[in-house]
Every structure is written in structure tokens, then in C-alpha cells.
T-cell receptor, first 109, second 115 residues
Framework: KNEVEQSPQNLTAQEGEFITINCSYSVGISALHWLQQHPGGGIVSLFMLSSGKKKHGRLIATINIQEKHSSLHITASHPRDSAVYICAVSGGGADGLTFGKGTHLIIQP | DGGITQSPKYLFRKEGQNVTLSCEQNLNHDAMYWYRQDPGQGLRLIYYSQIVNDFQKGDIAEGYSVSREKKESFPLTVTSAQKNPTAFYLC??????????????FGAGSRLTVL
């Protein structure tokens, strides 16, 4: 079974800072997902990627398949970016995703 | 708008009682999943279903039961056999094949507290 590790577990930064959250996994995958969970508990999917890089607004996700590593970057961070960011991987099986424990991000004004 | 509806949002239960959490989706997704989330832990898979009238145990199925009588509905029953049921429960769905497979749409969650 895949092991998904995220770092850091907690991150507090000032508004405007460049944020990086890291994710590593132990076994080859078909895709990696970045998810966002707000304090109310709902989860939304930010990215699904299997190679290279994707960008959406101020969010950028990269993946290095050889190194089994992905990063999520937030440029010009804002207090509304405060949330838990979760990395998850899929191996192509019917049982869905394997999740990391999440990174709790707080952006202070 | 299409989405997943979970109810209730908050639920309190006495020890020894069974409770059922509802999950309904109008996305026409074949696959549905139930996850449990505890503080400091990643989401853990309880049960999943790929088609109507079929479901499979996940990593932590003990003390839980599900049914999949309709494509839109995947209720989860937390039985009295579940030793530590206080948790946040999330339902999700996805297409079964193609680009959207494993791109999960989540419900808002149900928080169960055992008194």
C-alpha cells in the first residue's frame, strides 16, 4: 500500500509570502491529487496531475515521477488561502485514493 | 447544480445505538466512497461501491455497514460494534472510468459525536 507523506504538517506565514507544501509517496502511481479542506470540512479538488506542472490562478502544482515527489505552491498568499491542503495518490485501482495527513496552512494579514 | 448531499451535518449518539448517515449524489457517478477523518490523520476508506448492488470493504470497515440499492444513494450505518465512532465522515463519488475516474467530488461531511 502506498505511503503518502506531507510536509510541513503546519505552516503559518504572512500575507504575500510564497508558500510551498511538499508530498512524497512510496509506490508508483497513476495520478496525484491536491485537495483543499476549509474549516467547515468540505473538500474540493484543486489539481490532478500525472506529470509535469499545472497552474490555476495563484496555485501551481508540480510532480516528479522519478523522485515520487510533488509540490504545491501558492504565490502572493492571502488569508483566504488558509485551509488544510491534502495530497492524495491513485494507483488506478477501484478503491480510490490514498491520502496524506494534510498540511494546515494559516496566512496572517 | 450537481453535487453530493450528506445529512445530517451534526449527529449525537448514545453508546449502543446504531446511526445512519445519508449520502445522495445527482452527478450520475457510478463509484461512491465513505471515508472517516480523525484529527491528525489522513482520510481512511471505510467502504466503496463501483456499481449498484455491489460494495467492497475498505481499510477500516469493522463496525460499519452500507447499502447501494440505487445509483444515487450510498448510506452508511455506524453500528454499536464500532468501538470509537466519534469522527468526521465524508462521502465522495467519481466516474468509474475515463479521465474523471478517481477525481472525487466530496460531500460537506457529517460530524458524529458519541456521548
Amino acid at each position: 500500500k502506498n505511503e503518502v507523506e506531507q510536509s510541513p504538517q503546519n505552516l503559518t506565514a504572512q500575507e504575500g509570502e510564497f508558500i510551498t507544501i511538499n508530498c512524497s509517496y512510496s509506490v508508483g502511481i497513476s495520478a496525484l491529487h491536491w485537495l483543499q479542506q476549509h474549516p467547515g470540512g468540505g473538500i474540493v479538488s484543486l489539481f490532478m496531475l500525472s506529470s509535469g506542472k499545472k497552474k490555476h490562478g495563484r496555485l501551481i502544482a508540480t510532480i516528479n515521477i522519478q523522485e515520487k515527489h510533488s509540490s504545491l505552491h501558492i504565490t502572493a498568499s492571502h488569508p483566504r488561502d488558509s485551509a488544510v491542503y491534502i495530497c492524495a495518490v491513485s494507483g488506478g485501482g477501484a478503491d480510490g485514493l490514498t491520502f496524506g495527513k494534510g498540511t494546515h496552512l494559516i496566512i496572517q494579514p | 447544480d450537481g453535487g453530493i448531499t450528506q445529512s445530517p451535518k451534526y449527529l449525537f449518539r448514545k453508546e449502543g445505538q446504531n446511526v445512519t448517515l445519508s449520502c445522495e449524489q445527482n452527478l450520475n457517478h457510478d463509484a461512491m466512497y465513505w471515508y472517516r477523518q480523525d484529527p491528525g490523520q489522513g482520510l481512511r476508506l471505510i467502504y466503496y461501491s463501483q456499481i449498484v448492488n455491489d460494495f467492497q470493504k475498505g481499510d477500516i470497515a469493522e463496525g460499519y455497514s452500507v447499502s447501494r440499492e440505487k445509483k444515487e444513494s450510498f448510506p452508511l450505518t455506524v453500528t454499536s460494534a464500532q468501538k470509537n465512532p466519534t469522527a468526521f465522515y465524508l462521502c465522495a463519488s467519481s466516474t468509474r472510468t475515463g479521465v474523471g475516474a478517481n477525481v472525487l467530488t466530496f460531500g460537506a461531511g457529517s460530524r458524529l459525536t458519541v456521548l
